[in-house]
């Protein structure tokens, strides 16, 4: 094989690569969008929102992906995984 056809053949690669990571992103995208609102689980209301990471454990739950959040309702904090 020509050198040329190697480059050509590797552009190409790296061309379906990056299409295929832009489709894993905007399906990753679509799924947090549809994903239904988080909610308390004390009170049941959506009126939530993410809470600073403000001691270490909020840290290991960061970490697993599981993130804090406030019930603007009932104030109580409680972890949802992303
Ligand atoms: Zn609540």
New binding site residues.
């Given amino acids: 094989m020509r050198w040329t056809a190697v480059l050509r053949h590797a552009v190409d690669k790296f061309a379906a690569e990056a299409k295929e990571r832009r489709a894993h992103l905007s399906r990753n995208l679509l799924t947090m969008m549809q994903r239904p609102a988080e909610r308390?689980?004390?009170?049941?209301?959506s009126?939530?929102h993410h809470s600073h990471r403000s001691n270490p454990v909020d840290r290991v739950f960061w970490l697993l992906r599981w993130r804090a959040y406030r019930?603007?309702?009932?104030?109580?904090r409680?972890h949802a995984h992303e």
């Fill in positions: 308390c689980p004390r009170c049941g209301s009126e939530v019930c603007h309702m009932c104030s109580c409680f």
